[in-house]
């Protein structure tokens, strides 16, 4: 069921039948009083990196103890990526709905609830020379029968709606965890090799950036929240690359792992610290 929605968006991407609205589209649209909640209900929501250290930081909660709390997360066999979704919104209802319907941690939100009934699609092409062309789209998510927002809604255009839902650092995380998805995916054929091992080793560095933080002695003051999220997802390129390298995968399939200098885990170090 997780997957069924990211599938129909690749699906109508693949196909080029997912309408991309420009910035200056008009639509209508306002939450409405009848139908507060409904949509928490019974809901997939998924989350990314940035979606879980933004709301565990919201509560106080370390990442880790977040993610074991509310979230699941399933190997998506196709992908050979895993992904994770708002556990009690999937089996309903979402635990941070509160009694009227509305969200507990609205200004932490995660990106995808942020900006319903506007979705966000990005993919990497390969041009014929090589070149890595980035396709993204914004998009209407077919709507739910119940979800009332589209009668008597006040008119905004995508822009007015993205910059009231402040959803631009999401797209900037969201950017740097999908351009390491598509890595893994595409450079490292991530699906002939991922496993529960390899899991275990890189979702502290997806989930749990505190603990990391915690073994650098690195506060928030030192390397903003933002840059360690990139240098984050940066370490994991790094683990993933030398991984894929023992599988026979990836730009160091011929090297193997004897090729480096300087162990994993230093050189990973050195990442996360220095951001390099
Ligand atoms: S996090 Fe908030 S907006 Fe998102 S599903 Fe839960 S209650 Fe709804
Ligand atoms: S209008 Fe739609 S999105 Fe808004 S509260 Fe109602 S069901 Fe949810």
Request: net charge negative; with cysteine; hydrophobic share 40%.
């Amino acid at each position: 069921m997780a997957f069924d929605f990211q599938k129909g968006v690749l699906d109508k991407l693949e196909t080029d039948t997912l309408e991309a609205l420009g910035l200056d589209h008009g639509f209508e649209f306002s939450c409405n009083d009848e139908c507060m909640g409904r949509c928490c209900r019974k809901i997939t929501i998924l989350l990314e990196p940035w979606d879980i250290e933004v709301m565990s930081r919201h509560l106080d909660m370390p990442g880790q103890k977040f993610f074991t709390t509310f979230c699941r997360m399933e190997l998506d066999p196709q992908a050979g990526w895993p992904a994770v979704w708002l556990a009690h919104a999937a089996e309903g209802p979402c635990t941070f709905m509160l009694e009227d319907g509305k969200c507990s941690i609205y200004p932490a939100r995660s990106g995808n609830c942020r900006t319903f009934p506007l979705g966000r699609a990005v993919r990497y092409l390969k041009e014929d020379h090589g070149d890595k062309v980035r396709d993204e789209r914004i998009f209407m998510v077919d709507r739910m029968q119940f979800c009332l927002g589209g009668r008597k809604g006040r008119t905004w255009t995508v822009k007015e709606w993205l910059d009231d839902a402040d959803v631009f650092t999401w797209y900037q995380m969201s950017d740097q965890y999908t351009e390491l998805v598509d890595y893994a995916m595409r450079e490292l054929a991530v699906r002939q090799w991922m496993n529960d091992k390899v899991l275990r080793m890189i979702i502290p560095f997806l989930y749990a950036p505190d603990i990391l933080r915690k073994r650098l002695g690195a506060a928030a003051d030192d390397i903003t929240h933002e840059e360690f999220h990139r240098r984050r997802m940066e370490a994991v390129k790094l683990i993933l690359t030398d991984l894929a390298a023992g599988f026979g995968f990836g730009p160091r399939a011929d090297k193997g792992v004897a090729g480096n200098s300087g162990s994993l885990m230093e050189r990973v170090g050195k990442i996360l610290a220095q951001g390099k």
